[in-house]
Nanobody
Framework: EVQLVESGGGWVQAGGSLRRSCAASGFTFDDYAIGWFRQAPGKEREGVSCIGISSGRTYYSASVKGRFTISSDTAKNMVYLQMNSLKPEDTAVYYC?????????????????????WGQGTQVTVSS
């Protein structure tokens, strides 16, 4: 059974940092790309970052580039999202998602419709 279990959400003041974790199981980790997405109230879910587990290539949306860092630990089947310099507009439910890397052309890595497995999502709240 495929599982993506997130942890590390919570509350932080603007300017602070949080680290999100995504534990993956039930599939061949190295064959996949893992993406982070978020959904704020009243808004569509949007792609934030992605990492190709085998290639190590990383991708970021313009809104988080330079502030967020995605990384993976293949020994633990974990993906992390380090979020620094957080802003109130980063407040959202954050999800990790997985898709076979071979099925994700570079132009689509932050598209929600390209991912087949999803975590349950956890809230991140940034207060001003």
């Amino acid at each position: 059974e495929v599982q993506l279990v997130e942890s590390g959400g919570g509350w932080v003041q603007a300017g602070g940092s949080l680290r999100r974790s995504c534990a993956a199981s039930g599939f061949t980790f190295d064959d996949y790309a893992i993406g982070w997405f978020r959904q704020a109230p009243g808004k569509e879910r949007e792609g934030v970052s992605c990492i190709g587990i085998s290639s190590g290539r990383t991708y970021y949306s313009a809104s988080v580039k330079g502030r967020f860092t995605i990384s993976s630990d293949t020994a633990k089947n974990m993906v992390y999202l380090q979020m620094n310099s957080l802003k109130p507009e980063d407040t959202a439910v954050y999800y990790c998602a997985a898709q076979r890397a071979a099925l994700l052309p570079m132009s689509t890595v932050l598209r929600t419709d390209k991912y087949v497995y999803w975590g349950q999502g956890t809230q991140v709240t940034v207060s001003s």
